[in-house]
């Protein structure tokens, strides 16, 4: 069974400020890793996502997060915060064999202040 | 590629009733699946479909039913409706989970009162 801590329900940064958002997960196999940011009212959109090779994943508005399998810990992080980065982010993790569902944490809401 | 649509957006429905809830995939999208997320959680998975058949199924009850059709589009369907059945239920696409993940819609709140 899979299952995944977010540490800290609100986070705020400053603008330009490093954003570091985290993540510990549990799994009996393998994982697969994601991370999705959810702004009002809308749905869950893709930052990044970790299958297998490469630690360090990037993706998509600047963001980066590393596997560390030692620590179970999947971290999201932005070397310099936007304002357009204020949304709830979910780190989720699913199984590399069998079900692909996907089991979310709880969340982190982001706030950038200016 | 339009994504994934989902109708309709909200919904307010009284306890008991029953509801369906409709997700359009993106195109070429042969697996979807069904979210619940409750007001300050995180999603929970609900089911998914793969080629017209269910083939995975969370914690939920069987008055929690789906289907999906040969265009690879998708219902959700919830009978006796109760109170924390409100919630916004998201819909996802993907053509390969492991390779790709998957493509979210915006959504539908359904309120029950």
């Known amino acids: 069974a899979q299952s995944v801590t977010q540490l800290g329900s609100h986070v705020s940064v400053s603008e330009g400020a490093l954003v570091l958002l985290r993540c510990n997960y549990s799994s009996s196999v393998p994982p697969y890793l994601f991370w999705y940011v959810q702004y009002p009212n809308q749905g869950l959109q893709l930052l990044l996502k970790y299958t297998t090779g490469a630690t360090l994943v990037k993706g998509i508005n600047g963001f980066e997060a590393e596997f560390k399998k030692s620590e179970t810990s999947f971290h999201l992080t932005k070397p310099s915060a936007h304002m357009s980065d204020a949304a709830e982010y979910f780190c989720?993790?699913?199984?590399?064999?069998?079900?692909?569902?996907?089991?979310f944490g709880k969340g982190t809401k982001l706030t950038v202040n200016p | 590629e339009t994504g994934v649509t989902q109708s309709p957006t909200h919904l307010i429905k009284t306890r008991g009733q029953q509801v369906t809830l409709r997700c359009s995939s993106q195109s070429g999208h042969n697996t979807v699946s069904w979210y619940q997320q409750a007001l300050g959680q995180g999603p929970q998975f609900i089911f998914q479909?793969?080629?017209?058949?269910?083939?995975g199924r969370g914690n939920f009850p069987p008055r929690f039913s789906g289907l999906q059709f040969p265009n690879y589009s998708s219902e959700l369907n919830v009978n006796a409706l109760e109170l924390d059945d409100s919630a916004l239920y998201l819909c996802a696409s993907s053509l390969d989970p492991k390779s790709y993940g998957y493509t979210f819609g915006s959504g539908t709140r359904l309120t029950v009162v």
């Open positions: 989720a993790v699913s199984a590399s064999g069998g079900s692909e569902k996907l089991v």
């Open positions: 479909y793969y080629r017209e058949e269910e083939n």
